[in-house]
């Protein structure tokens, strides 16, 4: 298990989060820069597509926010993978499908620890979406003004915060924090 470090807040290309998360293998960790405290890292291409187990941890650069620029999704986590988000913010993302924020999809395992998740907007779950047979486990983190509301697709079912629409997920929240979410 190795750690990558993340160098600058370009979309793409050496030292991007994106090429962090291409070049790394199951089981890195990413971390951040001491220079990237308080900035943004806004995304141009796309969602972030997490495709292995990973853990990208932002405490090495206070105050980083991942944005997805109110055009896509952030951070998009593959069947029965394992993600580990800690100490960050993750902002303004949006989607029509699910998660604006994070969709972890069908029996994956994600984990939020001192993350804010802030003004993402989907159709189902603004904030995250937790899938089928899925576990999410959310600590010390805050939810704060994000919007399932995108479509009628899911009315009644979609919350602004965290979803979970399919059968058998789990979902596990302590000392967290939700306030001016909608759905």
């Known amino acids: 298990m190795n750690t990558i470090t993340v160098t600058t807040t370009a979309d793409r290309g050496n030292g991007s989060l994106r090429n962090a998360i291409e070049k790394a293998k199951s089981g ?8 990237l405290s308080k900035k ?7 969602q972030l597509v997490i495709n292995k187990d990973l853990t990208i941890d932002g405490a090495g650069a206070a105050g980083l926010t991942i944005s997805g620029n109110r055009k896509s999704r952030v951070f998009y986590v593959d069947k029965k993978r ?3 988000f800690r100490n960050l913010t ?3 993302g949006k989607t029509l499908g699910a998660g604006g924020g994070i969709d972890a999809r069908h029996e994956s395992e994600l984990t939020l620890v001192n993350v804010a998740v802030k003004n993402n907007a989907s159709e189902l779950g603004g904030g995250v979406r937790v899938g089928h047979l899925a576990k999410g486990t959310f600590i010390n983190s805050q939810f704060v003004g ?10 009644g079912f979609s919350s602004g915060a965290i979803a979970h629409n399919e059968s058998r997920g789990q979902i596990i929240i302590k000392g967290s ?6 759905g």
Not at 40 to 46: C, P, Q, R, V
Not at 147 to 155: I, N, P, V, Y
Not at 177 to 182: D, L, Y
Request: hydrophobic share 30%; proline share 0%; aromatic share 8%.
């Open 28 to 35: 890195d960790t990413i971390r951040f820069a001491k220079n």
């Open 40 to 46: 943004t890292i806004d995304l141009t291409s796309g």
């Open 82 to 84: 394992k993600a580990t």
């Open 90 to 92: 993750i902002a303004t």
């Open 146 to 155: 994000n919007d399932g509301t995108l479509s009628k697709k899911f009315a």
């Open 177 to 182: 924090r939700f306030e001016n979410n909608k």
